[in-house]
Structure formats: C-alpha cells, structure tokens
C-alpha cells in the first residue's frame, strides 16, 4: 500500500513536534525533583508519543482506509460542518468571556454541555450528565490534586 502525501505531511508534523516537545524536556531534566516527577515529565511522554507515532504513519500510512469498502470514495460532508467550523470558536471565546465572570465550574459546565449538545449530537439530559461528570472530573484534578488556581468568579464556584 502507497503512503499518501497527506500521511507523510502529518507524519513529518509529527515528528517535528514530538521532537521539539523532546528536546524541551531535555533541556527541563536539570530542574527534576526526582526521575518521574518535574516539568520534564509531560513534554517527553507527549514528545516520544508523537514521535512514535509520526514515524509509524510516515512509514505504514493510514491502513484504516483500506479495510472499509467505501475507502476512496468522495463522501459529502454533514450540512453542519461549516456551522460547527464557526461555532465552535464563538463558544470557546464565550466561554473565555464567562470563565472570568462565573467561575471556573459554572463555565465549563455550560460551554460542556452547549458543546456535548452541538458536535456530540447527545440530548440534553446526556449531553447535561456528560458536561456534569466532565466538569467535576477537571476540577478534581486540577484544583484538588494538581492546585492549579483557577477562576472563582463572582458566584465563587
């Protein structure tokens, strides 16, 4: 099977970052508090993930297309996708605009929930149930186990 132009570009991509991510984390190895914890961590398990697999797509390509018997065909986009192309930013700006407003929490569960509803195509009361877990989870990990301070907003939530 022939690699495409568009496998080896995203493989190139890939590798270019994965080794940027790589050679930051280098650079970060002195200011370790130990082997698996400090900022060094993160950028070389992103960078080796990229680089693994930039270098498998350059050299297999997307096999994916070939096991589906429509592969190769031109298939018409949803009549949403150019909404979404637009909506999805005006969302992620409005929820930029209420983060600050709000709090952390109340604005990512309502970004979530508009965003589980408009690309996920979920009813509300899954799409509220997603965004409801999501919304906890991110805080349990970022406020309470990682200490990240985020906003607090007016309704300090």
Known sequence: MKV???DRTGAAAAILIGSASIAEAIRLFPYRMA???GDHLFPFV???GLLVFGL???FRGDRSAGNHPEAGKDTESSPRTPVLIFAVPVILLFYIALIQWTGYLMATL????I???GIGLFRWYSSLAAALILTVSLYLIFVQWLHAPLPSGRWLL
């Not at 309502?110 to 929930?113: E, G, K, L």
């Open 4 to 6: 495409k132009l568009a």
């Open 35 to 37: 082997m698996l914890n």
């Open 110 to 113: 309502a970004a979530s929930v």
């Open 115 to 117: 965003l589980f509803k």
């Open 56 to 58: 498998i797509l350059a």
């Open 46 to 48: 992103v960078g080796s």
